[in-house]
């Protein structure tokens, strides 16, 4: 069965300060797919980031950074200059086939930013 | 313009009804879902449509049934509505029916009070 944990239940962080949001993952399917989705208090939930088993290349979108290790089955997400609108909870996913099945989310991580 | 929506945002009603819950997706997208987000933020996938199939069907309740009328909605019938049902049920879809090479897109979501 798949797991998705997200250690982090909540972090609070200055404007300005880096976070890493940390994600941690089970399966024994060699061939998954991992996502990160942004809830902002607003609800609704924006995907962020998908990446394939097989691409271990870490990914940069402006102030976001994805970091992928199959070594240690984590894939963190870190925040750069955080601002006040990063505040949100963030949910890590995996899902290990094509049409959403076992299709799981971790827990999530509420991320306060703070002015 | 809307790209997924779910009508109503909010519905709260009485222990034992039977309610439904609209989507809508004006994305041209092959499959849909169904997610419920309880209380303490646990997303846990309910359905998805390919083409009007169902492809999965996690351990939800028979008192809960998605139907269809076409590619562009996904409606969520609940009978006999039970306490336990209180959540944010959110709508989603994406291209191709795959879900690991497509970013899911969510609508807004319906938060459900039982009472």
């Known amino acids: 069965a798949q797991k998705v944990t997200q250690a982090q239940t909540e972090i609070s962080v200055v404007e300005k300060e880096d976070v890493t949001l940390d994600c941690v993952y089970e399966t024994r399917d060699t061939t998954y797919y991992l996502f990160w989705y942004k809830q902002p208090p607003s609800g609704e939930l924006v995907f962020l980031i998908r990446?394939?088993?097989?691409?271990?290349q870490n990914e940069i979108s402006g102030r976001y950074s994805w970091n992928f290790q199959k070594s240690t089955s984590s894939f963190n997400f870190t925040i750069t200059a955080s601002q006040v609108v990063d505040s949100a909870v963030y949910f890590c996913?995996?899902?290990?086939?094509?049409?959403?099945?076992?299709?799981?989310f971790g827990p999530g991580t509420r991320l306060s930013v703070l002015p | 313009d809307t790209a997924v929506s779910q009508t109503p945002k909010y519905l709260v009603t009485q222990m034992g009804n039977d309610k439904s819950i609209k989507c809508e997706q004006n994305l041209g997208h092959d499959t849909m879902y169904w997610y419920k987000q309880d209380s303490k933020k646990f997303l846990k996938i309910m359905f998805s449509?390919?083409?009007?199939?169902?492809?999965i069907n996690e351990t939800v309740p028979n008192r809960f049934s998605p139907k269809s009328p076409d590619k562009a909605h996904l409606n969520l019938h609940i009978n006999s509505l039970e306490l336990g049902d209180s959540a944010v049920y959110f709508c989603?879809?994406?291209?191709?029916?795959?879900?690991?090479?497509?970013?899911?897109?969510f609508g807004p979501g319906t938060r459900l009070t039982v009472l």
């Open positions: 449509y390919n083409n009007k199939e169902l492809i």
């Open positions: 996913a995996l899902s290990v086939d094509n049409y959403g099945q076992n299709f799981v």
């Open positions: 989603a879809s994406s291209p191709k029916g795959a879900v690991p090479y497509n970013e899911q897109f």
């Open positions: 990446r394939n088993s097989f691409d271990e």
